[in-house]
């Protein structure tokens, strides 16, 4: 059983930032993937971006197009936890988010290739 807790989400002017934390306890697995999705109101749960440690010591992180050159996810393997910074926000953005965790399997933008999931975070871009 993994417990994934999210903080960080808030209100913010478009143009701003915000960084999203995501710490996991409980099971451990060597190889994993963290990812960031995000579901509006009406809308399908998408992806947003992926962390991915595949057992070595190199990682990979994979982005949703939307988000490309504005946010950026980190992790830190020994404290199993990942982050999402969020830049340059558009009121497109506007969203909760969710931290996700499962077994590296290659699906990282596929919601049904992870089995935990956090109570995610409201994100709110607005003026």
């Known amino acids: 059983q993994v417990q994934l807790v999210e903080s960080g989400g808030g209100l913010v002017q478009p143009g701003g930032s915000l960084r999203l934390s995501c710490a996991a306890s409980?099971?451990?697995?060597?190889?994993?993937?963290m990812a960031w999705f995000r579901q509006a109101p009406g809308k399908e749960r998408e992806f947003v971006a992926a962390?991915?440690?595949?057992?070595?010591?190199?990682?990979?992180?994979n982005y949703a197009d939307s988000v490309k050159g504005r946010f950026t996810i980190s992790g830190d393997n020994a404290k199993n936890t990942v982050f999402l910074q969020m830049n340059s926000l558009r009121p497109e953005d506007t969203a909760a988010y969710y931290c996700?965790?499962?077994?590296?399997?290659?699906?990282?933008?596929?919601?049904?290739?992870?089995?935990?999931w956090g109570q995610g975070t409201q994100v709110t871009v607005s003026s």
């Open positions: 409980g099971r451990t697995f060597s190889r994993y993937t």
């Open positions: 996700a965790k499962g077994v590296y399997s290659g699906r990282y933008a596929d919601k049904n290739a992870y089995d935990s």
């Open positions: 962390f991915t440690w595949p057992g070595t010591t190199v990682y990979y992180t």
